[in-house]
């Protein structure tokens, strides 16, 4: 880690935030709990203990790895569905092939990302190339899902490959900390992801002892999840480190401090900053579906087993990734998370 860096930051866009700017505060700090996704590779949950009225528009986020895999190790997913989002895939580190029952997909790897709008629905499948899985190797990226308003969650459904030379990068006004821009715009500059709600994504790595001071939208949330090292955020300099996810308040500024001292391991402080334009409607959430009331996620399992969300390509059809309408092969498990302007509700569904 990282996977973009450049020889001579001085040479970037410098970003600077204006001095009569409001920085934000941090409200709430959350650690990460561990877990398994998929055929079984390791996972951070960011957003795990997090109210979803505070992450709007974002639903999930998985930090997969960092892991350094054996020979025969890597994992990657099952052919599965999904409808209502949009799932964006980041490698920092490692390979991971991406299908779609659509045509879509490509390999990703080292900076690259995959923009995949599921929309009125989609099967897809992640996976390690079999070269990666016969030698091991490091395997380390994000998958973020974004929530997709009323209007445009049967959208048809769509795919951008980007790639890590497209990233907007810019530096801090003191050199110290380099920004990838990956969707939507920071200072006039803009990613390269096109999205269907009005976000912010951005990788940044600060060197010890940097500040960051980040101008960020008014009306868009601020999310800060630390990747690695540790260090402070906000107006009140809120002490976080690895796998912590802060939640900021308003303002127009981010300030993002890298500690002077860092494990030799984890020699920067690396951020995911995520903001978006809160949609604001109500979110009705069960496995890998995300709609709006409980009722749409009830069609979306039915239609789903009534294959009308497609079927498995013939050609992908191997025994160990096989998925058929009864939904065998995919995790479809889990609770209806019911939220209508209360976000605590929640509705038991099988």
Not at 148 to 168: F, H, I, M, N
Not at 190 to 204: E, K, L
């Amino acid at each position: 880690m990282p996977a973009v860096t450049v020889a001579d930051i001085t040479v970037l866009p410098k970003v600077l935030a204006d001095p009569n700017s409001r920085p934000r505060r941090v409200k709430s700090v959350t650690t990460a709990p561990q877990g398994f996704e998929g055929e079984g590779f390791p996972v951070r949950r960011a957003f795990a203990g997090v109210d979803l009225a505070e992450l709007d528009p974002f639903i999930h986020l998985d930090q997969m790895g960092e892991v350094e895999y054996a020979p025969g190790e890597p994992k990657g997913t099952p052919w599965h569905p999904h409808r209502g989002f949009e799932t964006v895939t980041y490698i920092i580190d490692g390979i991971f092939d991406h299908k779609d029952n659509h045509g879509g997909g490509g390999t990703i790897t080292n900076g690259d990302t995959q923009w995949m709008t599921a929309g009125a629905g989609i099967l897809h499948i992640e996976t390690p190339p079999e070269h990666l899985v016969m030698s091991g190797g490091l395997f380390h990226g994000f998958q973020l899902w974004v929530n997709l308003p009323a209007e445009k969650k049967w959208a048809t459904p769509g795919y951008q490959d980007l790639r890590a030379s497209q990233v907007a990068l810019l530096s801090s006004h003191d050199g110290g900390a380099l920004l990838r821009v990956i969707a939507g715009e920071v200072a006039g500059h803009v990613g390269p992801g096109s999205t269907q709600t009005p976000m912010t994504m951005v990788h940044a790595t600060i060197a010890p002892g940097a500040e960051l001071q980040l101008p960020w939208k008014k009306d868009y949330n601020a999310l800060v999840y630390t990747l690695n090292g540790h260090g402070t955020i906000g107006q009140g300099d809120q002490p976080v480190h690895f796998g912590q996810l802060a939640v900021l308040t308003d303002g127009d500024t981010l300030v993002i401090r890298a500690d002077q001292n860092q494990e030799s391991r984890s020699p920067t402080m690396d951020v995911l900053i995520l903001g978006g334009q809160p949609i604001q409607e109500p979110v009705a959430w069960m496995g890998p579906f995300v709609m709006n009331t409980k009722a749409e996620v009830l069609k979306a399992f039915d239609d789903f087993q009534k294959g009308l969300l497609g079927t498995v390509p013939a050609e992908h059809l191997e025994p160990k990734r096989s998925l058929n309408r009864s939904g065998a092969g995919v995790k479809l498990g889990g609770d209806i998370r019911d939220v209508h302007g209360a976000p605590k509700d929640v509705v038991e569904g099988n």
